[in-house]
């Protein structure tokens, strides 16, 4: 078959739709251009890289990360975005967004501009997607990690000059709806392609929903930096809950929620609208101590990052753990919890014509897996950039 350079085969391959038994996929030009049982591939002279006794899945796309081993999203460095990438792609992650923190406009726009540079090809590991600005147009009630001194009021005009600055690279923004000018700003952003989360945000039920019709998808890691559900006014969360087209984001590390408020998220929105994310900071892949986040001193004691006030700060998860987890913590099956780490955000985020499952047509991104879902290779675009022997 001419459309072939190389075939990887498989124990088992999830797409996530569906499972595989022994199959192969078929890569070309970095696209995968065959998927099914070796014996209807036909005549094949290329490459082949066994993974027989391994696991294929697609590979895992983090649209909320903030650093991870000792680099930041906002140390705005070429340096950083690399480490960053390089240690994600050992946790299976093949795409991500950068994400920044409430800061000086000016750092924001030095972040936008590294990971605009940082975006075409540049980095070693897990491709960047995009960035995801996680403020600063929030509520100094939710503010929660956010540095509160630096919260701002959006205007139209400051958004477009960010937008024009970053020249295709802000693919989302998180914002509190209810600040003067949040529903005009969404309305803006969703003119401008931009998706939208509801974030750190103090908002009424109504409020939400202004700003869901206007155009908001996302649950910014629904429940925390949130106004509290009440059965009388059920706030941001029942409105995220109760929307059919939002994506509701979590972050399962058995700290941030308890499994009961997991389980319900799933029910609510079920397999297709829920999304596994890691919050991760540079703590992550590194031991407990003292590092920083945007500006501010985080303390790290048995893998929890927490301010010096006792609030929680991101996560250390990687999104490998948070697919295992979300399968202990409720019982459901494997290739469910892949979909929320590849395809939803995939969705999510617009690019699930190219990304997300394993579908002919789409990048060769795969995560290979052992029996027991760690990590044993990541693929990107059909090339090998991580496995665990090496």
Request: proline share 3%.
């Amino acid at each position: 078959m001419n459309n072939i350079e190389k075939i990887l085969k498989f124990k088992t391959i999830i797409t996530p739709f569906s499972t595989i038994p022994n199959g192969v996929i078929g890569v070309h030009e970095g696209k995968i251009s065959f998927i099914g049982k070796e014996e209807k591939l036909g005549e094949y002279h290329g490459e082949t890289v066994d993974f027989s006794d391994k696991i294929a899945a697609p590979g895992y796309i983090d649209i909320h990360i903030h650093g991870a081993n000792k680099a930041d999203t906002m140390d705005a460095n070429l340096k950083s975005l690399d480490t960053i990438s390089s240690f994600i792609a050992t946790k299976g992650v093949t795409g991500f967004y950068p994400t920044t923190m409430t800061a000086p406009l000016e750092d924001i726009y030095k972040a936008i501009d590294a990971v605009k540079k940082a975006a075409d090809g540049k980095v070693h590991g897990a491709r960047i997607l995009g960035i995801h600005l996680e403020g600063p147009y929030f509520s100094k009630e939710k503010a929660g990690a956010q540095e509160a001194d630096y919260l701002r009021i959006p205007k139209i005009d400051e958004l477009r000059d960010l937008l024009n600055f970053g020249e295709g690279i802000i693919k989302r923004v998180s914002i509190a709806p209810e600040i003067p000018g949040g529903l005009e700003a969404i309305k803006f952003l969703r003119e401008n392609n931009v998706v939208v989360a509801l974030g750190h945000t103090n908002a009424t039920f109504d409020i939400a929903m202004e700003g869901i019709n206007l155009g908001a998808t996302i649950g910014n890691h629904t429940y925390n930096g949130m106004r509290n559900f009440h059965h009388r006014e059920p706030g941001v969360l029942g409105a995220v809950l109760t929307s059919n087209n939002v994506f509701a984001e979590m972050i399962v590390d058995g700290i941030h929620l308890h499994s009961a408020a997991v389980d319900l998220v799933v029910r609510c929105k079920g397999f297709d609208h829920t999304i596994l994310i890691t919050d991760s900071i540079m703590a992550t892949g590194l031991a407990d101590g003292e590092y920083i986040l945007g500006k501010a001193k985080i303390i790290v004691k048995n893998g929890i990052s927490r301010r010096e006030s006792g609030v929680l700060a991101g996560s250390t998860l990687t999104l490998d753990k948070a697919v295992r987890n979300i399968i202990k913590f409720l019982d459901i099956p494997v290739n469910r919890a892949i979909q929320m780490a590849s395809y939803n955000p995939a969705r999510a985020l617009h690019i699930e014509d190219k990304k997300g499952s394993l579908e002919i047509g789409k990048d060769a991104d795969i995560v290979v897996l052992n029996e027991d879902l760690t990590v044993y290779a990541t693929i990107i675009g059909g090339d090998i950039v991580y496995t665990a022997e090496s």
